[in-house]
């Protein structure tokens, strides 16, 4: 059975939400220089990180699972072209993309969507040249599990962090905080699962970046999202 593009209900509440040029600092500063590699942009949605990669200089791949998503990408692509191949796909397989045929590859607050981390990464590793580099950003598994809250404590008026139910891997759903029309539910995997599915898929983790946010004050106390460079060994 195919997997569920659950974004294509919500492709134009997602698009406006998260704007059209990705800026992220850390994200660029872990991608590096990408002038003439071949990058796949894995679960894409409509094209940010493709863009951005693209702009750098990168001939760029980018795959989703949701029609709705690349409809927007494409749209984009043809009014303002970086030469960059969109392909609907589902990242546990990559069909389509042939093995060994990247420098890089990315998975941009994609990979909690993803039910299973085990095949996604296998995928992911099975299209990278040998060597090859892999970026991801992900809401942070420690401080966005199944229960988790936001206290003010009263003795000096700061925002406290709660955290439950970690130990409770597997996907989980909630009303929608920032933007009730958006699916906020995602796949919980703790820290752990993803350093071990990593290293036995063959990665190495070369960098690591917890940076302070500061669009929620919860943010600027403990990291909303984890970002990873990693290479093939
Ligand atoms: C939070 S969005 C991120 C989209 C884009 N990377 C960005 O930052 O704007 C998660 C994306 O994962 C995609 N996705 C979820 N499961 C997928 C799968 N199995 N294969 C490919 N894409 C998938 C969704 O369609 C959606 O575009």
Redesign the pocket.
Known sequence: MG?E???DGVAGE?DAW?GVE?ADPVFEELVGGVAGQEVC??????G??ARYLASQGAVVTG????EN?LAIAREREEADPLGITYLQ????TLDGLATESFDGVV????LM???SLDR?LQSIARVLRPGGWFVFAITHPCFKTPATGDLVDHTNNTIRRTVGRYFDEGYWDGPGQVQPALPIGAYHRMLSTYVTELNRVGFVIDQLREPPLDHKPVWLEVPCLLYARCRLA
């Open positions: 997997v593009a659950r974004y997602y998260v990705l942009a894995v679960a894409c949605g409509q940010r990180e795959v989703d699972l949701s998503l796909g589902d990242a546990h998975c941009y607050m994609a969507d993803i039910p996604a």
